[in-house]
Structures are given as C-alpha cells and as structure tokens.
C-alpha cells in the first residue's frame, strides 16, 4: 500500500507529519491523507488547521474509504485544548471531551461525557513540585477509581 500525503498550499512527499511551526510558516490549513490500493484513491484521514497551527478538526475513514469519525477541537486563550468532540459519520455527537488546566497551564482533569451529556469516565492529572506529571487517576461514571498510572523520572 502506497500513502501520499498531500498538502493544500503545499505538497511534500518528505514528510508524514508536520510541526506547528512548519504549517503556520508555510501557511498549511488542510493536510489530506490517501492510500493507493491496485490504483483505486482512498482516503485515509483529513487534518485541518486554525490559524494558529492547532487541529481544528479531524476526519478519520475506514479502509474503504468511508467517513468514519470527525474530531472537532477547541482551545482556550492560551492555546489549550479545552473542548473536542467525536461525531460519526452522520454529524452525530459520539463523546465529547472536556479538559480543565490550572493557573500554571497543566492539564488537572479530562472529563468525557456520551451521546446524552452524561459523564463517563474522568482522568485527573497529578503533578510534583517541578511541575512533572506523577500520576493519571482515571474514575467511572460512578466516581470509582478504576486505575492509577504512575509516571516515574530517574
């Protein structure tokens, strides 16, 4: 299977994945994805781009070539991803992800919510004196520690 990664504005075979510096100073807004199978074009995925270089969205195929999923993200002021929501392939709402940050601008929590508004899982985020991640939390629907991943830096 052969992938060509085109670029609106721009089109590099050089590179499977661009730095937001690269498609802000080349002025990149969509980044398509295809595959070529026995000379058929499919599509693998659509990135778009805001005007400060953050996805804005996602589509996301399925091996034949069919809309699958789309991934809707918005930002804070300070660039931080506070909201992003799945939608099939219909436009209707999958999950919807909400993510809080504290005065120093690190992640405390992600909450994730289903079709209905109601939460379904939540991480929280733990953080050492240096500002290092130390731990994710992850809870159920009914606020029940289901795992604890630990990060450790020697």
């Known amino acids: 299977m052969l992938k060509y990664l085109i670029l609106f504005g721009l089109i590099?075979?050089?590179?499977?994945?661009?730095?937001?510096?690269?498609?802000?100073?080349?002025?990149?807004?969509?980044?398509?994805?295809?595959?070529?199978?026995?000379?058929?074009?499919?599509f693998d995925s659509k990135t778009t781009y805001n005007k400060i270089g953050k996805i804005a969205e996602e589509l996301k195929y399925d091996s034949l070539g069919k809309l699958k999923v789309i991934i809707k993200y918005k930002y804070n002021t300070?660039?931080?991803?506070v909201d992003e929501s799945h939608y099939d392939s219909e436009k209707n709402i999958i999950e919807k992800i909400k993510t809080n940050y504290n005065k120093y601008g690190l992640k405390i929590d992600e909450l994730h919510f289903n079709t209905t508004n109601k939460l379904i899982k939540k991480?929280?985020?733990?953080?050492?004196?240096?500002?290092?991640?130390?731990?994710?939390?992850?809870?159920?629907?009914?606020n029940v520690l289901t795992i604890t991943k630990k990060y450790i830096y020697n």
Do not use: A, C, M, P
């Open 12 to 42: 590099s075979t050089t590179t499977f994945s661009q730095k937001k510096k690269d498609i802000i100073n080349n002025q990149i807004k969509t980044i398509k994805v295809i595959d070529i199978k026995n000379g058929l074009t499919i």
């Open 78 to 81: 300070y660039s931080h991803l």
């Open 123 to 142: 991480h929280i985020y733990i953080y050492n004196s240096k500002g290092f991640k130390t731990e994710r939390k992850t809870y159920d629907s009914l």
